[in-house]
């Protein structure tokens, strides 16, 4: 599976240390199933948050199962957009490797 690295301008708090550096893997369906399920009746925002949650690898050294939408969700806008076009970016370099 592709990833990408992202830095974050801002990055996020955990356990009082600024994390900026994000790993993010090429989405699949699944990802979008286990988020319905986990955020069921909650807002499209945070739906979208536990979406990206799943497509993360790493986010410095926060341990994998920390990263969910309560942890995103503090995030500056700016930073989320970054992850939301390094998706793009690596949907279209999946596609490009693919020669489609």
């Not at 319905?36 to 790493?58: D, F, H, P, V, Y």
Request: charged share 30%.
């Amino acid at each position: 599976m592709l990833t990408e690295n992202v830095h974050l301008l801002y990055g996020v708090s955990y356990e009082g240390k600024t994390h900026k550096d994000v790993t993010l893997r090429t989405p699949i369906v699944r990802d979008a199933l286990e988020a319905e399920q986990e955020c069921e009746g909650k807002s499209t925002l945070t739906l979208s948050l536990c979406l990206m949650s799943k497509r993360i690898t790493a986010i410095g050294t926060v341990p994998k199962d920390h990263i969910n939408a309560e942890l995103l969700a503090d995030l500056c806008d700016e930073d989320f957009e970054r992850l939301q076009t390094a998706t793009e970016y690596l949907k279209k370099k999946a596609l490009w490797q693919n020669d489609v």
